[in-house]
């Protein structure tokens, strides 16, 4: 029986390392920051870090406009073995981050203000070269600058701190100054400035100057402070440049489910470790245990407002709401906390018309075959069609099957009815928990907790069922093959006068104990015949020693494992026989009084087996009963099956 309770299990677990996550909300001066103190919070390597980022950061403009970056963190689920070896390595050596850099040349950049000649020299990145002095000449030459200091001009040089430093003075034309236009359009979310280039004597936009510029033509907002700072060192005149944007506003997101589960899409295939893919395994069906979580509401955002440059507020509008309750469905509760869904039963998760409902019965509308897959649900199954050879269909509760069960796999807690008939083709099999009803039985092996009840026979078949194996139809009959059954075994016709094939029929103990007994006989006699090959070969090498005085090397060893294995095989036999006793116990304290019945005649060939009372039919006997009494077999009027044995299966699924 396929262990549904270690599956039930399996996915709890699952379910708690899921509730186990946990997210932690980081300020940081810049991302990696920021997700260094995560780690820490979180107790893990950097590495395991999953992140997403709520803000952006900026490093801020002229010593203000500075901001955090915002993110939420969490731990990447990894296994234990992998997660304590990662713990290891950070304790060993500490983490290195390789940085791609890029090869950039220094640069220099001469600007003319009120406080004179300022220079700036920015330093090469990577391989880059380096300004040189005769460089920042030659540029602060060519803007007719007075009285430069050439020290401070080397010192500049040589230091390349990337800040303004004054050299020197400029003859000033107030007249000759750039001048800047601004001009904001697009419904004031647009602000662009134009400049003109400084004449002879006159001075250059700083950043500082442009960004006075804008506020005083009531630019306020949405300045790119970035950008304006690239912009002063490398000025673009006569052309209009966009320096400002406005923000537009961000209506909330309306309240929705986080589904726990594909709530929509296509069932695929499953690849295995090999990498082939497994076409009967389609992962088709999304089982849930009582309990599990279902799927979460995620409140409505606010939204967020946005403004134009001039910082004129721009109003967003806030999502919409939902209520829980219009997405309630079947089997299906709201938890403690007015946010999550639950299944109050185990069952399918299905989403249909926008409600989530857990149904406890799972129905294949057809054959299972290539487009359904095997079938594995928590709960009851029922299929239309047929179960095609090589599939298995597998349920924590019944199945029923309106076809026939081919050479297929069935499994189920509870009962099992197969309206068609089953057609084994000698490797179909159905296991039950409960019953098992069949129209018919061919070539198929079959356990049930309580009986197997076949209206139109059964023939070369496996059959145990712990209470009653039963054919009451017009063509019932058993041919061939072994029966087993606690209480009775009852057809109309057993054996076949014409048939060669051997039936046997069992009664009188439970066929799981019967079988175990008989499992641990074979092993017995196993086990005494090599414990019976061990001592002769003992005894070989021995007989050798005693001529010898000694052994060589070679047998002296073999001579040392045949006397472990003697030991071995001697504990090993010991138990196998304290089993035995337990077994035969057990069995003889079960007071069944087992029968064998046919209405109609049972045919000579059939062995009987009443307990540990054997009779091989001889005769053709019709209308017949075969109990046990007084430790003998004895052939007695016809009894009937009760009425628990003749009644028609339930309705699965009702």
């Avoid at 649900?377 to 599939?391: H, K, M, R, S």
């Avoid at 196998?576 to 069995?587: G, H, R, T």
Wanted: net charge neutral; aromatic share 6%; hydrophobic share 40%.
């Amino acid at each position: 029986m396929v262990d549904f309770v270690q599956l039930q299990q399996l996915m709890k677990a699952q379910l708690d390392s899921d509730r186990a996550v946990k997210i932690v909300d980081v300020d940081g001066p810049n991302l990696d920051a920021a997700v260094a103190e995560a780690a820490v919070m979180l107790n893990m390597p950097v590495g395991r870090i999953e992140y997403e980022v709520v803000e952006r950061g900026f490093p801020g403009f002229l010593g203000t406009g500075k901001k955090d970056w915002k993110i939420k963190a969490y731990g990447k689920l990894v296994n234990k073995k992998i997660a304590d070896l990662e713990a290891a390595a950070e304790t060993k050596t500490e983490a290195v981050t390789v940085e791609v850099i890029k090869d950039k040349d220094g640069d220099v950049f001469v600007q003319l203000t009120d406080d004179g000649a300022m220079l700036k020299v920015t330093a090469p990145i990577g391989a880059g070269k380096r300004v040189t002095e005769g460089e920042a000449n030659l540029l602060l030459k060519t803007r007719d600058i007075t009285d430069i200091d050439a020290n401070i001009v080397k010192m500049a040089v040589r230091e390349a701190k990337g800040l303004y430093i004054r050299v020197g003075g400029f003859n000033r034309k107030y007249s000759n100054d750039v001048m800047a236009s601004v001009n904001i359009t697009d419904q004031d979310m647009k602000a662009f400035v134009s400049l003109m280039p400084p004449g002879p004597g006159g001075a250059d936009m700083t950043a500082e100057m442009l960004t006075k510029v804008l506020k005083d033509n009531k630019v306020m907002s949405g300045l790119k402070e970035e950008f304006i700072i690239e912009f002063t060192d490398r000025p673009s005149y006569k052309t209009p440049v966009l320096v400002a944007e406005g923000s537009e506003p961000a209506n909330g997101k309306n309240a929705y489910i986080q589904y726990a589960f594909n709530a929509g899409g296509k069932a695929r295939p499953k690849q295995r470790s090999d990498g082939r893919v497994d076409f009967r395994e389609s992962n088709s069906i999304q089982n849930v245990v009582k309990d599990q979580p279902l799927g979460r509401k995620i409140p409505i955002e606010e939204g967020k407002p946005g403004k134009t440059v001039t910082g004129a507020y721009l109003p967003a509008k806030a999502g919409t709401d939902l209520d829980l309750n219009s997405v309630l469905g079947n089997n299906v509760y709201i938890g403690d906390d007015k946010c999550t869904i639950y299944a109050k039963c185990a069952g399918q998760f299905v989403l249909a018309a926008g409600k989530i409902n857990v149904e406890p019965v799972y129905t294949v509308q057809g054959n299972v075959n290539l487009k359904t897959g095997n079938i594995t649900f928590l709960g009851t199954v029922i299929v239309t069609g047929n179960v095609e050879d090589g599939f298995s269909v597998k349920a924590t509760s019944s199945i029923e099957v309106k076809g026939t069960v081919e050479k297929a796999e069935i499994e189920a807690e509870g009962d099992v009815v197969i309206l068609k008939g089953i057609s084994g083709k000698g490797a179909g099999s159905v296991k039950a928990g409960g019953s098992v009803w069949a129209k018919f039985i061919e070539n198929a092996t079959i356990e049930a907790g309580n009986m197997v009840v076949a209206n139109d026979g059964i023939i070369n078949s496996q059959v145990d069922a712990l209470k009653r194996i039963v054919c009451a139809g017009k063509r019932a009959r058993i041919v061939g093959g072994c029966y087993r059954a606690s209480e009775e075994i009852n057809a109309k016709i057993i054996g076949s006068a014409a048939s060669g094939t051997e039936t046997i029929c069992e009664v009188g103990v439970d066929p799981k104990t019967k079988k175990q007994f008989d499992d641990l006989i074979d092993r017995k006699l196993k086990t005494e015949k090599e414990l019976e090959e061990a001592k002769l070969n003992f005894q070989t090498l021995d007989n050798i020693l005693k001529q010898r005085k000694s052994l060589p090397e070679d047998k002296e060893k073999q001579m040392q494992e045949i006397m472990v294995q003697h030991k071995e095989l001697t504990e090993e036999l010991k138990g196998i026989n304290a089993e035995l006793d337990k077994l035969k116990s057990l069995m003889n304290t079960v007071k069944t009084r087992g029968r064998v019945s046919a209405s109609e005649k049972i045919f000579p060939g059939v062995k009987v087996i009443i307990r540990d009372q054997n009779e091989d039919v001889k005769n053709e006997y019709k209308a017949i009963t075969f109990i046990l009494e007084n430790d003998l077999i004895k052939a007695v009027k016809y009894e009937a099956p009760d009425e628990e044995s003749t009644r028609p299966p339930p309705e699965i699924g009702e």
